[in-house]
C-alpha cells in the first residue's frame, strides 16, 4: 500500500523538477531575448551575470570579458556614481536614475539604471541586479532641443524687430524684448491674455478677431504671408504706424501664429516730409512756370509792340527817303549810295521777320487768340515745314474749355515732344491726336523712329522728359511714354479739363 503512496510522491516530484527546468528555461530565453540590459553584481563590483543587450550595450564580445571588468569603471562622471550608490545604500532601490558610461571603445553612452540591492537572512548584501536600458537617442534629441531653444531664445532676444506668437484663441505665448520696448509692455504681464486688447486700437479688434475665426473655419487667410501697414498701440493708449507680417507656424495640434512687427513711425515721418518736400518744390515750380510764362508773354509783347513798331517806321521813313531823295550828282559814290538805300527796306524786311519769329517761339499769339487745338494745329504745321518731317494733326474736341494754365502746359509739353522727336528719334512720320475722354484732356504724339531704351526713358539725358511729367503733374495729370527700339516712340498726355471741385462751365 506504501509503494503506491511512494510512487506518487516521485511522480510529483518529478513533475516539479520538469516545471522548475520549464521555468528556469523561460526564464533564461526571456533574459537572453528582452532588448534591455539585464544585470547581477556581486558585492566586489563584478559581473556575475549578464544578458546578451547588456553586453552588446556596453561594447564586448561575450559575457566572459565583460566579468573582468568592474561595474563601477564604466561610469564617466563620478558624482553620478556616487549619487547612484547613495540611493541603493539609503533605499535599497534605484528607479529611472539616468547615468552616463563609457562602453569598451570609448564612447560615451546615456542609459536609465533601475536597481535593488539583494540581501541574506542576515541583512547582509548578497547581490545587486536590474536593468540598464541606452538612452542616447533620447538624451542627444533632448538636448538638440535645448540648443534649438536657446538659438530660438537668443534670435528672439537680439531681434531688432517685435516678435509675438499667439496660439488659436488669439493669446499670446511669445513677447520677446524688442515687442516690450516698442508697445511698452512687460513679457511676464502679457502671456496668457489675448492680444486684441492689449496692443490692437479698438478700432481694428472686430477685424482682428473676425480674421482669426474665419482662418480657423476655412483655413484662410487673407494677411498670411504678407507685408501689411497699419497701426499699433502702445500700453498708454497711443496709436502708431507699424509694419506686420504674419506667418503660422508648423507645429502638431492646435494653429499657433507669429507675428514681426516692425515700427514705422520714423519712417511714415520721414515720407510724409519728403512728400511735404516735393509739394513744396511743385508750388515753386509752378510758380516758376507762370513767371516765365508772364514774362515770355510781356517780352514777346514788348518786341512785337514797340520794336516791331519801331522796325516799320524805320522802313517807312527808308521808303520816303528814297522817294524823295534825287542825287544832283551822277558820280560813282552817289550812285551806290542810292543803291545802299534801296537795299535797306529788306533788310528791315528781314529784321521784321525775324523780331515776329522770336515774339513767336516766346508765346504764340494764336494760343492766346485761337486756344490749344489751333495752336498745336499751327505748331504742327511749323514742325512739318521746319523739319521735313511729316506730322498730321487730328483733333476730336468738341466742348473742352481749358484755362490758360492748363492750355499752356500742354502746348509746351507738345513742344517738348517735338524737339525729342527731332533731337533722338530719327523719325520720318509724326502723328499727333488731341481729344477728350471723360473729364480728361488726352494729348497722344506717336512717331516711327528709332524708339528708346528703358535707360534713355530714366537716364541723365531724360532731363526734358522729366520736364513733361513734372508740368503734367502740377495740374494732376500724368505724362505715360510707351517706346521700344525700332517700334518707335508714344507719348501720352492726360490731363483733367477742370481744376478740382470745378465742374463744366455752362
Known amino acids: 500500500a506504501r509503494l503506491p503512496t511512494a510512487a506518487r510522491m516521485a511522480l510529483e516530484q ?28 556581486a558585492r566586489n563590483g563584478r559581473f556575475v551575470d549578464a544578458n546578451p543587450a547588456l553586453i552588446e550595450m556596453l561594447g564586448y564580445a561575450d559575457r566572459e570579458s565583460l566579468f573582468t571588468a568592474k561595474v563601477l569603471s564604466f561610469f564617466t562622471d563620478p558624482l553620478e556614481r556616487r549619487a547612484l550608490l547613495t540611493v541603493l545604500d539609503e533605499a535599497d532601490v534605484a528607479e529611472h536614475f539616468e547615468v552616463r558610461l563609457r562602453r569598451r571603445d570609448g564612447k560615451m553612452i546615456w542609459v536609465e539604471a533601475n536597481a535593488r540591492v539583494i540581501r541574506n537572512d542576515r541583512e547582509q548584501v548578497t547581490y545587486y541586479e536590474g536593468s540598464l536600458e541606452d538612452i542616447t537617442t533620447r538624451k542627444l534629441a533632448e538636448q538638440s532641443l535645448r540648443e534649438s531653444e536657446a538659438r530660438k531664445g537668443a534670435i528672439l532676444n537680439s531681434a531688432i524687430d517685435a516678435i509675438i506668437t499667439i496660439d488659436e484663441r488669439g493669446h499670446i505665448t511669445e513677447f520677446n524684448p524688442a515687442a516690450e520696448q ?15 486688447g492689449l496692443i490692437i486700437p479698438l478700432s481694428l479688434r472686430d477685424r482682428h478677431r473676425r480674421g482669426l475665426e474665419s482662418y480657423l473655419a476655412t483655413g484662410q487667410g487673407a494677411m498670411l504671408g504678407k507685408r501689411v501697414e497699419l497701426t499699433a498701440m502702445r500700453a498708454d493708449g497711443k496709436e502708431f504706424p507699424v509694419e506686420l507680417a504674419i506667418t503660422k507656424v508648423d507645429l502638431e495640434g492646435p494653429p499657433t501664429f507669429t507675428g514681426f512687427v516692425h515700427d514705422i513711425t520714423q519712417r511714415k515721418r520721414a515720407e510724409k516730409q519728403l512728400r511735404d518736400s516735393r509739394e513744396q518744390l511743385r508750388v515753386l515750380a509752378a510758380h516758376l512756370q ?24 524805320l522802313k517807312m521813313d527808308l521808303a520816303w527817303l528814297d522817294k ?10 552817289s550812285r551806290q549810295a542810292g543803291e545802299k538805300l534801296k537795299e535797306l527796306p529788306a533788310r528791315v524786311d528781314a529784321i521784321i521777320a525775324t523780331v515776329r519769329k522770336i515774339a513767336t517761339e516766346l508765346r504764340p499769339p494764336v494760343l492766346d487768340d485761337l486756344g490749344l487745338e489751333a495752336a498745336i494745329e499751327w505748331q504742327s504745321q511749323e514742325f512739318e515745314k521746319r523739319t521735313g518731317i511729316n506730322c498730321r494733326f487730328h483733333s476730336g474736341l468738341k466742348h473742352a474749355d481749358l484755362d490758360q494754365e492748363r492750355a499752356t502746359a500742354v502746348f509746351r509739353i507738345f513742344q517738348e515732344t517735338l524737339t525729342n522727336v527731332v533731337r533722338h528719334a530719327e523719325a520720318t512720320q509724326v502723328n499727333v491726336h488731341l481729344r477728350e475722354e471723360g473729364d480728361k484732356l488726352v494729348l497722344e504724339v506717336h512717331d516711327n523712329g528709332r524708339g528708346m531704351a528703358g535707360r534713355e526713358l530714366s537716364g541723365p539725358q531724360s532731363l526734358g522728359l522729366l520736364g513733361m511729367r513734372e508740368r503734367a503733374t502740377m495740374l ?31
Open 290 to 313: 507762370s513767371v516765365r510764362e508772364e514774362e515770355r508773354s510781356r517780352i514777346a509783347r514788348e518786341v512785337h509792340d514797340e520794336l516791331g513798331q519801331a522796325l516799320t517806321g
Open 324 to 333: 524823295n531823295s534825287r542825287p544832283a550828282s551822277t558820280t560813282d559814290e
Open 14 to 41: 518529478a513533475r516539479q523538477r520538469n516545471a522548475l527546468r520549464e521555468a528556469e528555461t523561460r526564464y533564461q530565453s526571456l533574459f537572453d531575448d528582452v532588448p534591455v540590459g539585464l544585470f547581477k553584481v
Open 182 to 196: 516698442t508697445f511698452g509692455r512687460r513679457r511676464a504681464e502679457v502671456l496668457g491674455k489675448e492680444l486684441a
Open 476 to 506: 494732376d495729370g500724368e505724362v505715360n511714354i510707351i517706346s521700344r527700339q525700332g517700334s518707335g516712340t508714344r507719348v501720352d498726355v492726360r490731363i483733367p479739363i477742370h481744376r478740382p471741385g470745378e465742374g463744366v462751365k455752362s
